[in-house]
């Protein structure tokens, strides 16, 4: 990955929300992910993931807890990845599909 992750358009946009929303009941993408749901799609560990937000290269939006990261961000980090490895443009309904698989299939092995 480039500069280990490339720098975000508009880093600053969305910084000021204060909460990140919770899992939606009818399981589609979240609004906010977690580190460890970022890492699933970079393929970094969630501590990558929370060092690459502190530099500005992922935006991200700091709770108590930790971090959550935007819809938008993960659906361009996706986007960044799926077209590096597979030459593949996808639309953001594809890319999202694609999220909600890998964290499906990720939650459902650590339980």
Same mark, same amino acid.
């Given at each position: 990955? $480039?500069?280990?992750? %490339?720098?975000?358009?508009?880093? +600053? #946009?969305? !910084? =000021?929300?204060?909460? $990140?929303?919770?899992? %939606?009941?009818?399981?589609?993408? +979240? #609004?906010? !992910? =977690? ?77």
């Amino acid at each position: 990955m $480039a500069s280990r992750l %490339r720098r975000a358009h508009g880093a +600053d #946009e969305g !910084l =000021s929300r204060q909460k $990140a929303r919770s899992r %939606r009941v009818d399981g589609a993408m +979240d #609004e906010d !992910l =977690s580190t460890e749901q970022v890492s699933w799609i970079v393929e970094r560990s969630p501590g990558t993931v929370r060092d690459v937000i502190r530099e500005g290269e992922i935006e991200g939006i700091r709770i108590p807890a930790g971090f959550r990261i935007p819809k938008a961000e993960a659906i361009r980090l996706a986007r960044d990845r799926i077209e590096a490895e597979a030459g593949r443009k996808l639309s953001d309904r594809q890319i999202e599909r694609v999220i909600d698989t890998l964290i499906e299939t990720n939650d459902q092995q650590r339980t």
